[in-house]
């Protein structure tokens, strides 16, 4: 195991927990149409379906908690004359809903020329209070129709987004390759971005100033919206299917997946500053054929992405400028559609972050729930950050008029206890801008602070408290603390490393002679070398006698004449002179006495080996005369 590392992520055991088939939405008519759209949408009361109907194009509404087998006979939001192809609820109204279909035409006349030119449209409805499926045996099923028709496109409307900032401002995309952003309430379309091919899928950037899209001629394009023209166009991915897109939240960043020319499955994260390739290349995920469809959870910074034709969802972390790969939820259902629960309508008393909703054989909807595994019975804030509610930032006249900002967000732990809603004012962010590809700069460079309106008053300081003036040995705050400079180069570096060693150097006689004036420490002197005088060869025999007599008799201790000095250094340089001439005087006389001592010590050694000596010899004599008497009497 050595050399791996494990990342620290809170999400990293995140799974996908699938449905009992009797908790599913049962016995639903999913449209078979081959248009490239998610056929389902949610929200945290109503799940909106395309509906497979006769007799003209349909959705069904379908409210969260009934959940079980659908009557066979249900109420439709019908009025379309061809098949739904998309529909997308408000974010700040859950029973407002708008869609688009591959229309039957509308005859209008012209008011100039006296002609009928064919007209699509796109409908917002609103779903009735207390709707319900379910109704009492015998009681008429009414459809409900749309509250109102948007008219506009000359082709099949093949998309439609709610602005996530600005109240009632609608995106539509058609096959006439047109974007047209409309004011709901006034019912007419304000802008129109215009492209050289069909629309395959379109985002909103957090604000609601900025759309991006990608399209069939496999380019990616960044749009100021009310200027109604691209600040950027770079190419996409080169395969020949459809391409998805998402704005990752409030990062200037954008997620995209398509093909490669090799048909395989690609991933793909763009700088909003420099659009001009992805970061890091498109990372490639496997060859299965099916678009797949990716959704940002911007309070965790999750991308979760699911396959067409395939069960199975991936999952990815957003950090460091990178995808890290987190899990994969596994099925053997494959999906065509899928849609995930806005994050205020998830369950956090089981730590539930994500929930989706995925169309399983046309037939019947799973949802599948994404969580924290946690044994902790309380809300837990750290994988619950507030969210975006359902107050917009601003109006759709302001928007018109120029008007940016991120929309208030909510406190969940305030839902988790059942209680209202607590409004959280949104933190002041700096607003994501585009510059033209004719002045986009490059990434190291800085975009200019816009300039302060000279005709907004200058607000009156409120009276602060007066701050210490700062002495002469502590230099004033600097400006650099609330801004960061560039980093030091490489020269810079080496010189400050030097210095820092430099502490570290011996420092010269001068120098350490002004040091010990004011050290708090006594000095204690050198000890000096001993010098010893030779010896003679002793033989091996003599060897071991002495050490026998070592061991018997004592020997005599060196004395030292004169005491160790203790004191401080005179700080005077004549004193310290001095002081040098009478350390090495002493030194000398006392080497002379010690080598006194030694040869006086070697001597008696000596004196004492011989006479051990002679008396083993007495000794062996001794021996050998008793033996050869014991010998003679025996």
């Not at 059942?418 to 949104?426: K, L």
Request: contains cysteine; aromatic residues 8%; neutral net charge.
């Amino acid at each position: 195991m050595s050399g791996r590392f494990v990342r620290s992520s809170k999400y990293r055991h995140v799974f996908g927990r699938p449905t009992r088939k009797e908790q599913c939405y049962d016995n639903i008519r999913i449209s078979k149409n081959a248009w490239d759209t998610n056929l389902v949408k949610a929200n945290p009361q109503y799940l909106a379906v395309n509906w497979e109907a006769s007799g003209g194009g349909a959705f069904a509404v379908i409210p969260l908690h009934e959940r079980g087998r659908l009557p066979e006979q249900l109420p439709l939001f019908r009025g379309h004359k061809a098949v739904v192809l998309d529909t997308d609820w408000s974010p700040f109204d859950d029973s407002l809903i708008a869609s688009g279909s591959d229309d039957g035409k509308v005859s209008i006349q012209t008011s100039k020329l006296g002609k009928t030119c064919s007209i699509v449209q796109a409908f917002i409805w609103r779903v009735p209070g207390n709707f319900t499926l379910r109704t009492e045996e015998g009681e008429e099923i009414r459809d409900v129709a749309p509250l109102k028709q948007l008219t506009g496109h000359s082709r099949k409307v093949g998309h439609v987004l709610f602005n996530p900032a600005a109240a009632n401002i609608l995106a539509t995309s058609s096959g006439d390759y047109t974007v047209k952003i409309w004011d709901v309430e006034a019912g007419s379309p304000r802008l129109t971005l215009k492209h050289t091919d069909i629309v395959q899928s379109l985002s909103w950037s957090a604000n609601g100033s900025l759309i991006v899209t990608t399209s069939r001629d496999k380019k990616l394009r960044i749009w100021d919206v009310r200027q109604e023209a691209p600040a950027h166009v770079s190419p996409g991915h080169a395969g020949a299917k459809n391409s998805r897109v998402t704005w990752m939240g409030e990062h200037d960043r954008i997620a995209t997946t398509g093909f490669s020319k090799m048909s395989d499955r690609q991933l793909g994260l763009w700088d909003l500053r420099d659009p001009k390739e992805p970061v890091g290349g498109f990372q490639i995920l496997d060859s299965i054929s099916g678009v797949c469809m990716p959704f940002w959870d911007d309070s965790t910074q999750c991308l979760y992405l699911a396959g067409k034709g395939d069960g199975n969802i991936r999952y990815f972390e957003y950090e460091h400028d990178k995808f890290e790969y987190l899990s994969e939820y596994k099925s053997a259902d494959p999906q065509r559609g899928i849609a995930f629960l806005p994050k205020r309508g998830v369950n956090m008393h089981e730590n539930e972050v994500m929930r989706a909703f995925k169309t399983v054989n046309d037939s019947y909807i799973e949802p599948i729930s994404f969580i924290v595994p946690r044994r902790a019975e309380v809300f837990q804030g750290d994988i619950y950050p507030p969210v975006v509610g359902t107050k917009p930032a601003m109006s759709a006249a302001e928007w018109f008029d120029g008007a940016e900002g991120f929309p208030p967000k909510i406190d969940l732990e305030s839902i988790y206890e059942g209680e209202e809603p607590t409004e959280i004012r949104a933190t002041s962010k700096p607003v994501s801008r585009v510059p033209s590809s004719s002045t986009m700069l490059s990434p190291s460079k800085k975009e200019p602070e816009p300039a302060t309106p000279a005709s907004a008053p200058a607000p009156t300081p409120a009276p602060a408290i007066k701050e210490p003036e700062p002495t002469k040995d502590q230099p004033p705050p600097s400006a650099a603390t609330s801004f960061r400079g560039p980093p030091p180069s490489m020269k810079e570096q080496g010189t400050s490393i030097a210095q820092l060693a430099s502490k570290y150097d011996d420092k010269d006689s001068s120098s350490s002679s002004a040091e010990d004036d004011t050290s708090s420490f006594e000095e204690v002197a050198k000890p000096f070398d001993r010098h010893h005088a030779p010896t003679k060869p002793v033989h091996p025999a003599e060897s071991a006698a002495s050490i026998t007599r070592n061991l018997t008799s004592p020997i005599l201790p060196t004395k030292l004449t004169g005491p160790i000095s203790l004191s401080k250094p005179a700080p005077s340089s004549t004193a310290a002179s001095s002081a040098a001439s009478a350390k090495t005087a002493m030194g000398a006389s006392e080497e002379q006495v010690t080598l006194k001592d030694i040869k006086a010590l070697l001597e008696s050694q000596n004196r004492t080996i011989s006479g051990q000596t002679e008396q083993i010899a007495a000794l062996t004599a001794e021996v050998d005369r008793l033996k050869n008497t014991i010998g003679g009497k025996m």
